[in-house]
Nanobody
Framework: VQLQASGGGSVQAGGSLRLSCVAS????????MGWWRQYPGTQRELIAA???????GYADSVKGRFTISRGNAKNTINLQMNNLNPDDTAVYYC?????????????WGPGTLVTVSS
């Protein structure tokens, strides 16, 4: 399984960006797909995720501003980020927890940089 992310970039505070992530490859089930972000010198934090039965969760820091959804294409997710502020500046990573031949594993996509200027 591989993940391809797109949509990062630079925006001014109050603006919006949309991230997309496409999973490709063989899997029995994409159990969860979502996004983490990482600030320089810190650990990654989970910010949004959607399960295979469409249960959705958000970090408190993004609730009400970010929306995760499924795309039209299979195994695609989007993260609509509104009302961005400089604290949202980070590298964003798409991930998926997949089940393949009875084994579960986590797959990470390449990071995409989001920069929010004040």
């Amino acid at each position: 399984v591989q993940l391809q992310a797109s949509g990062g970039g630079s925006v001014q505070a109050g603006g919006s960006l949309r991230l997309s992530c496409v999973a490709s490859g063989s899997a029995d089930n994409f159990l969860v797909m979502g996004w983490w972000r990482q600030y320089p010198g810190t650990q990654r934090e989970l910010i949004a995720a959607i399960s295979d039965i469409d249960n959705i969760g958000y970090a408190d820091s993004v609730k009400g501003r970010f929306t995760i959804s499924r795309g039209n294409a299979k195994n695609t997710i989007n993260l609509q980020m509104n009302n961005l502020n400089p604290d949202d500046t980070a590298v964003y990573y798409c991930y998926t927890d997949v089940k393949f031949r009875g084994q579960q594993q986590r797959v990470w996509g390449p990071g995409t940089l989001v920069t929010v200027s004040s």
